[in-house]
């Protein structure tokens, strides 16, 4: 079983509409949450992260956590071509003792396509 | 530009060749952490260096050889390789705090090809 889980897509979505990227995660004690976009050919790169439960903003991007239900999602409001690219989850999860080493799971990413 | 800086971009090299990759970070931070990246699969890690001492090895092969001189270098030596090592190795750093979100930085990777 996958630790976390990604619609590998390709997700299509016309230029100025929303796209919704959904991640699932089985370990029910991870803590934080990353999401990172990856351009072709590019290393990944921070987008947001998230913790507390519900939504949080910044720009165009939402990351919405529900810990009960296991799942984050990203949206991405207005897409703009530009946002064409690999968006992966990551889950940092927690080791005994409740610490955690900054061990991140990713999943396979979503690959994303807004066209004009 | 993330101050995770990686050398060389590009290696080409033979199953009975022995390279070295090396990664700098300009961040201050204390946790460095080797990925490797292939096509269709998630971003698996290698290695984990927490304040210079290695954290996690995630079952890889021994023909991989981490270095951590120092909570700003990290290497990664390579010996007798296979073609299915070909990939892209990442370097990431975060300031490791003990309590989640370390967020991790990547630097830009070393395309690996070994024939």
């Known amino acids: 079983q996958k630790e976390v889980e990604q619609n590998s897509g390709p997700l299509s979505v016309p230029e100025g509409a929303i796209a919704s990227l959904n991640c699932t995660y089985s370990?029910?004690?991870?803590?934080?949450f990353f999401w990172y976009r990856q351009y072709s050919g590019k290393s990944p790169e921070l987008i947001m992260f998230?913790?507390?439960?519900g939504d949080k903003e910044d720009g165009r991007f939402t990351a919405q956590l529900n810990k009960a239900s296991q799942y984050v999602s990203l949206l991405i409001r207005d897409s703009q071509p530009s946002d064409s690219a690999t968006y992966l989850c990551?889950?940092?999860?927690?080791?005994?003792?409740?610490?955690?080493?900054?061990?991140?799971?990713f999943g396979q990413g979503t690959i994303l396509t807004v066209h004009p | 530009e993330t101050g995770v800086t990686q050398t060389p971009r590009h290696l080409v090299m033979g199953m009975t060749n022995k390279k070295s990759l090396k990664c700098e970070q300009h961040l201050g931070h204390n946790a460095m952490y080797w990925y490797k990246q292939s096509a269709k699969k998630p971003l698996e890690l290698m290695f984990v260096?927490?304040?210079?001492?290695?954290?996690e090895n995630n079952s890889v092969p021994s023909r991989f050889s981490p270095e951590c001189p120092n909570s700003s270098h990290l290497f990664l030596h390579l010996h007798t390789l296979q073609p299915e090592d070909s990939a892209l190795y990442l370097c990431?750093?975060?300031?490791?705090?003990?309590?989640?979100?370390?967020?991790?930085?990547f630097g830009p990777g070393t395309r690996l090809t070994v024939l």
């Open positions: 990431a750093s975060s300031q490791d705090l003990g309590g989640g979100l370390d967020t991790q930085y």
């Open positions: 260096y927490n304040f210079k001492e290695q954290t």
């Open positions: 370990d029910r004690g991870s803590q934080s």
């Open positions: 998230i913790y507390s439960n």
């Open positions: 990551a889950v940092e999860g927690v080791v005994a003792g409740g610490t955690s080493y900054g061990k991140l799971t």
